[in-house]
C-alpha cells in the first residue's frame, strides 16, 4: 500500500524529530557509555548558536563565499566531464590518448591536490574551485562514458540511415540517451565537490563555512562546529535536491514506475468480465486451457 505524499513527509518529520530528541537526552543527561556524550552540546545549545550566527554578517558572507566556490567549480566540472565523457567513449582516438593520464589522476582524492593548487594558482580563491572541479569532475566523467557506451546502436544507425550528420546523432541521440547516466554523476559529484570544498576552506581558505568550522574548533567552540556542521548538511541537500530535480525535468519522457516494498512490480488488475450466467464455464475452460499453454510457451521463450 502506498502512503500519500502528506503522510510521508509526516513521517519524515518525525524521524528528525526522534534523532534530535534522542541528541538532547544523551547530551542533557550526559550519558557516558562507550561514546562520550557528555563532551557534545546539547540541541539547545546550538539551537542558540545557531541564532547569533544568523544575527550577524560573517554567517552570511561565509555562506556566500562556499556558494560561490562550489557552484563554479560544479559548472566547469559538469561541461568538461560531459565533453571528456562524451568524447572518450565515441573517439579511439581520445581514448588512448586521454584515457592513461585520467585513469592515473583518477584514484588521486581531490583534497591532496591543495599543494599542487597551492603552487599553481596565485590566489587561494581559484585553488579553492579547482580543487572542487576537479572532485566532481571525475564522477562526471565515468558516469556520462559509461551512459554513451551503453546506448543501442540501433538509434544511431537509423539517424545515420536517414541522412543525419555527427552532430544530429551527438544532439539527438547520444545526448538525450545519456541524461540519466549524466545526472546520476552529477549527484554524486555535487556531493563530492561539498566534502572537497569545506576541506580546501579549512586548509587554504580565509571566509567560508568550511573556514569558519575550523576555527570554531581551534578555539574549542563546539556549538559553532555542529552549526557549521548543520550548515554544510543543509546545503548539500539542497544543492544535491536540485540537480535531481533539474534531472527529473529534463528526462520526464522516462517511464516512471512507483516503488513497491520487496522490489514488487505491482500488476495491473485484470477488467472485470461481465456477461450472461452459463458462460462461467466456457470462462472457466479457456483459463484452465490457457494454463497448460502458458508453461510450453514459457519454456519455448526460454529454450530461444
Not at 520526464?252 to 520487496?262: D, Q
Not at 466456457?282 to 519454456?299: F, I, N, Y
Request: proline share 7%; hydrophobic share 45%.
Amino acid at each position: 500500500m502506498t502512503r500519500r505524499p502528506l503522510a510521508r513527509y509526516a513521517l519524515r518529520t518525525v524521524s528528525l524529530a526522534a534523532a534530535l530528541g534522542l541528541w538532547q537526552l544523551l547530551t542533557s543527561l550526559d550519558v557516558d557509555l562507550w561514546l562520550r556524550f557528555s563532551q557534545f552540546p546539547t540541541v539547545t545549545d546550538v539551537a542558540g548558536a545557531f541564532a547569533d550566527r544568523l544575527a550577524g554578517a560573517d554567517y552570511w558572507t561565509d555562506l556566500t563565499d562556499s556558494l560561490t566556490r562550489i557552484l563554479s567549480g560544479f559548472a566547469l566540472a559538469a561541461v568538461l566531464g560531459v565533453a571528456t565523457g562524451v568524447l572518450v567513449a565515441r573517439s579511439p582516438l581520445a581514448e588512448d590518448l586521454l584515457g592513461p593520464v585520467l585513469e592515473v589522476i583518477r584514484p588521486i582524492p581531490a583534497i591532496a591536490l591543495v599543494p599542487v593548487a597551492i603552487l599553481l594558482f596565485p590566489s587561494n580563491e581559484q585553488g579553492i574551485v579547482f580543487i572542487t572541479c576537479t572532485a566532481a569532475f571525475f564522477p562526471v566523467l565515468v558516469s556520462t562514458r559509461h551512459a554513451v557506451r551503453a546506448l543501442t546502436p540501433v538509434w544511431e544507425e537509423a539517424v545515420r540511415t536517414m541522412g543525419g550528420s555527427r552532430l544530429r546523432i551527438l544532439r539527438s541521440v547520444v545526448l538525450p540517451g545519456a541524461l540519466p547516466g549524466i545526472f546520476g554523476g552529477l549527484s554524486v559529484g555535487i556531493g563530492v565537490s561539498w566534502i572537497c570544498v569545506i576541506s580546501a576552506e579549512m586548509i587554504s581558505g580565509q571566509y567560508g563555512v568550511g573556514y569558519r568550522t575550523w576555527q570554531d574548533y581551534t578555539v574549542v567552540n563546539y556549538p559553532g562546529v555542529f552549526v557549521g556542521m548543520v550548515t554544510i548538511g543543509v546545503l548539500g541537500w539542497v544543492t544535491s535536491t536540485a540537480v535531481e530535480l533539474l534531472g527529473r525535468r529534463l528526462t520526464r519522457w522516462l517511464p516512471r514506475t512507483s516503488y513497491v516494498p520487496g522490489g514488487r512490480t505491482r500488476a495491473p488488475r485484470p477488467p472485470a468480465v461481465t456477461g450472461p450466467a452459463h458462460g462461467d464455464s466456457e470462462h472457466k475452460a479457456h483459463a484452465q486451457q490457457q494454463g497448460q499453454d502458458d508453461p510450453e510457451e514459457a519454456r519455448d521463450e526460454h529454450l530461444v
